[in-house]
């Protein structure tokens, strides 16, 4: 008789694109990964919540399930919101999360997760790295979530910039001064390890060399993507719906 002698170690860590309150999505897509809390990590790369129809399941679950992953600008403005520091906008779906008998340990959990997270091979961060960081892993390590300072402001929001880490005032302005930041930033800053990110939906999936850009637009109705570095393998599932309109 085969009988396991020791519990097994982590042997895939599964990277999501923003889940943005899309918790059916979210639950096909770990059924289709065949999901094991016992030996797979999960890193969802920021916006857990938001415009989509269930944030406050999404929480729930990603808590219960122990995943990691990172802080996004809309994680960080409903933390704002709860703080009092920030009002509702319009289109956003965190009513749910705010008024849950289980809020503070859902938003003290959220915030618990950093601005960057470093692998020997892999940096997650929710939208991108600055091309004139020195070290940019370290100057997102100690970021507080209730007030972000300019570099967490930048890694949860930048799509292009110049090569001094200035954006447009405007993300998507397409300006020859502002490049996407993957185009400026040398991974050599990093090890060369790869970066993982999301926040880009209008990009849609970017898979080059040293980069996987996981936001495929599900709460526009487009597809939740995980990337699995362990086997190199991207996997999707189609959104049910748009619940969201594109900006
Ligand atoms: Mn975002």
Not at 194 to 201: I, K, L, P, R, S
Request: glycine share 10%; with cysteine; proline share 5%.
């Amino acid at each position: 008789m085969l009988a396991r002698l020791s519990s097994p170690a982590v042997t895939r860590r599964i990277f999501i694109g923003d889940i943005q309150g899309c918790r059916e999505e979210l639950e096909r897509l770990l059924e289709r990964l065949r999901f094991d809390p016992a030996r797979d990590a999960l890193h969802p790369v920021g916006d857990l919540v938001n415009r989509g129809p269930d944030s406050l399941g999404c929480l729930r679950l990603l808590r219960s399930l122990g995943a990691g992953g990172v802080l996004g600008n809309h994680d960080l403005h409903l933390l704002r919101v709860a703080d009092g520091d920030r009002a509702l906008r319009e289109g956003d779906t965190l009513r749910d999360v705010l008024t849950a008998p289980d809020r503070d340990e859902l938003l003290a959990w959220l915030a618990e997760r950093p601005f960057v997270r470093g692998f020997d091979d892999v940096v997650v961060v929710h939208a991108g790295l600055a091309p004139h960081w020195e070290d940019p892993v370290g100057a997102l390590e100690r970021g507080d979530p209730h007030a972000p300072d300019d570099a967490a402001r930048f890694a949860v929001r930048v799509r292009r910039c110049d090569a001094r880490g200035e954006m447009p005032g405007r993300d998507d302005t397409d300006h020859a001064r502002f490049r996407p930041w993957h185009a400026l930033f040398d991974r050599a800053r990093i090890g060369g390890r790869t970066v993982v990110y999301g926040h880009w939906a209008s990009q849609g999936l970017h898979v080059a060399d040293g980069f996987r850009g996981l936001d495929s637009g599900c709460v526009w109705g487009k597809a939740l993507t995980a990337w699995i570095p362990e086997d190199e393998r991207l996997v999707w599932v189609a959104a049910r719906r748009a619940y969201a309109r594109i900006r």
